[in-house]
């Protein structure tokens, strides 16, 4: 009993003549005072009492921020407990970040949190976070034995498919050919060509253009690409290999190779925050809604596999 009435009597001393208020000079926003239409003034300490002793508010809370037109939100706290729960009532497009997480440090969650805000247009002073620029010294580390050299990926062709064919053509000694690659006549002049050629790069530099060469591929429709073109018994394994760099990189993994995708995601440390991350993700490569509640209804990344599966294959 004494236990119990603890909290009680710490808020009446709160309460109690004897408290002063100070705001510090800050611009805040007091969400109990927007929801409820009232100007309670948050620097009182009867506010924060009424905080701890009333019902919490948090989904009311993100509506009236919705309706505000907020656009972004930064999470100041001991844990990202309320990010999970924020991010689906701001509506898609808003950006949700926090600042502290239990599965990174201090400096690790505060950097990355800012590296996220920074490029959807929030201004970041990293000069009074960094003291201004200079040199550190970076510090050394037992190697590890993993390459990491880059992949090798076919370049963008800086000339468009006519002129492809054309030199392929030429090259071949194929005159009628090289010709018919320009849709020009096999008697056509060397200015002729020159001007076919020129009018085919212009139209590769012009976004739009059926024969420009893409730079940017959307991640959903190259997996769906991939998807079309195998067997069906390669499906799963198609989409396995899909998930697998996404649930790697929310656990911070250094491979995919050192995830065991039979392990349940919670038992692998996954919180409700890396579990809103995953979706997110997950939801970009696959062009598909994924449900908030994808770890626990499907506890391990194979089975995460199989359900992504299931939908694109339907």
Request: negative net charge.
């Amino acid at each position: 009993m004494s236990e119990s009435m603890l909290p009680h009597q710490t808020l009446r001393e709160i309460e109690a003549p004897g408290w002063t208020r100070s705001s510090r000079g800050w611009p805040v926003t007091c969400l109990d005072a927007a929801v409820n239409g009232v100007g309670e003034d948050f620097t009182d300490p009867g506010y924060w009492v009424r905080q701890v002793r009333s019902p919490v508010r948090c989904g009311d809370a993100v509506r009236t921020l919705a309706g505000l037109g907020v656009g972004g939100c930064v999470e100041v706290g001991p844990d990202a407990v309320l990010t999970p729960m924020a991010e689906p009532g701001l509506g898609e497009g808003t950006q949700v970040v926090a600042l502290h997480r239990r599965d990174r440090t201090s400096t690790a969650a505060l950097l990355s949190g800012l590296g996220e805000i920074r490029p959807a247009g929030t201004h970041v002073d990293w000069n009074a976070l960094l003291d201004g620029p200079g040199t550190v010294d970076l510090p050394t580390y037992a190697f590890q034995h993993q390459p990491y050299w880059l992949d090798e990926v076919p370049g963008a062709s800086v000339v468009g498919k006519k002129a492809e064919a054309f030199w392929e053509a030429a090259r071949a000694g194929e005159v009628s050919a090289a010709a018919e690659a320009l849709r020009l006549p096999a008697e056509s002049s060397l200015a002729d060509i020159v001007a076919a050629l020129a009018a085919e790069a212009a139209a590769v530099s012009e976004p739009g253009v059926p024969d420009a060469a893409e730079s940017v591929v959307d991640p959903a429709a190259r997996l769906r690409e991939r998807l079309a073109g195998a067997p069906d018994e390669e499906w799963y394994d198609i989409v396995l290999d899909a998930v697998r760099p996404e649930v790697a990189a929310v656990l911070a993994l250094p491979s995919t190779d050192d995830l065991d995708v039979h392990a349940e995601l919670l038992d692998l440390g996954f919180s409700s925050l890396m579990a809103v991350e995953l979706r997110n993700r997950l939801g970009e490569i696959t062009g598909i809604e994924v449900p908030p509640a994808l770890v626990y209804d499907y506890p391990s990344a194979q089975d995460v596999a199989k359900f992504l599966h299931n939908v694109l294959t339907s």
